[in-house]
């Protein structure tokens, strides 16, 4: 179904939005993309992966949190931003079924919303390059932006500088998740990391990489989820759901 305006024109309203019958909500690093484009950066321009290795486990274990760690990876990059970019543009690849899924949302009026720790101004430019430009405007980005100094320098500047994540996702979705059931569309998110537990609960399915930190966080949270490895799993699944065919319970894979 498709409304008569350009439906590539722009990001839906949030009174819109509340208004489908369904929100895809996606992470982009290692989630959307096939590679972590902020762990892409350390590896390459940073203190290397073996450090970056270091950080996460730190964070794993709970010894620093998320915007430490991340702040540690970011801080070890001394390329100028503008040659950041150029390099992700050059390395970064898109899951194979995330246009595909993305044409299938917009056709059906469901909206794509990308939630994530990274910066916009990347995320932004590798969507027009692997997705399409014009294709990439309705889909909403929700993430932490950058500051370029005078001398060229540049920082993370945080969505929420309070919260250990720096983006605490499950406040991008509250707007949605605290309206009541009947009330409110499905709610569907995907992801791979740590910095998606807390936008996990607020979801009322989540699609979790498979083989990634987000299950193991999942099954000690008991966070009920479903396993994918590329978005064309993530696409029958909400096809099938929105459609009626199945329900929520039929795809959760930890039921205790």
């Known amino acids: 179904m498709t409304t008569g305006i ?10 819109e939005k509340v208004k489908a019958k369904a929100i895809l909500f996606s992470d982009f690093d290692g989630t959307i993309t096939l590679q972590d484009s902020n762990d892409h950066m350390t590896h390459e321009l940073g203190f290397g992966k073996a450090k970056r290795l270091e950080v996460n486990n730190k964070i794993l274990a709970g010894d620093i949190n998320f915007r430490e760690g991340f702040r540690e990876m970011l801080d070890s990059i001394h390329a100028p931003f503008d040659e950041c970019v150029q390099f992700l543009l050059d390395t ?6 995330f246009i595909e899924t993305h044409r299938w ?3 059906n009026n469901i ?6 720790s990274g910066m ?4 932004l430019a590798l969507l027009k390059k692997l997705v399409g430009e014009k294709e990439c405007q309705n889909i909403e980005i929700i993430a932490n932006d950058v500051k ?26 509250k707007p949605y998740s605290s309206l009541p059931k009947g009330e409110r569309p499905i709610l569907f998110y995907c992801g791979d990391g740590v910095s998606d537990l807390s936008a996990a609960r ?5 699609f979790a990489k498979r083989g990634k930190d987000l299950i193991k966080f999942c099954e000690r949270e008991n966070i009920k989820y479903t396993q994918f490895d590329s978005f064309k799993d993530i696409l029958n699944g909400v096809k099938a759901i929105v459609s009626g065919e199945k329900n929520i319970k039929d795809f959760v894979e930890n039921k205790n």
Not at 6 to 15: E, F, H, V, W
Not at 120 to 123: A, H
Not at 155 to 170: A, N, P, T, W
């Open 202 to 206: 607020e979801t009322d399915l989540l």
């Open 105 to 107: 949302c917009t056709e």
């Open 120 to 123: 916009k101004p990347i995320i």
């Open 148 to 173: 370029i100094n005078d001398d060229g320098t540049w920082d993370i500047v945080y969505r929420h500088e309070d919260s250990g994540f720096g983006h605490d996702k499950s406040r991008s979705l």
């Open 111 to 116: 909206p794509v919303v990308v939630v994530s």
């Open 92 to 97: 970064i690849e898109l899951d194979s079924g």
């Open 6 to 15: 350009d439906i590539y024109d722009r990001p839906m309203t949030l009174s």
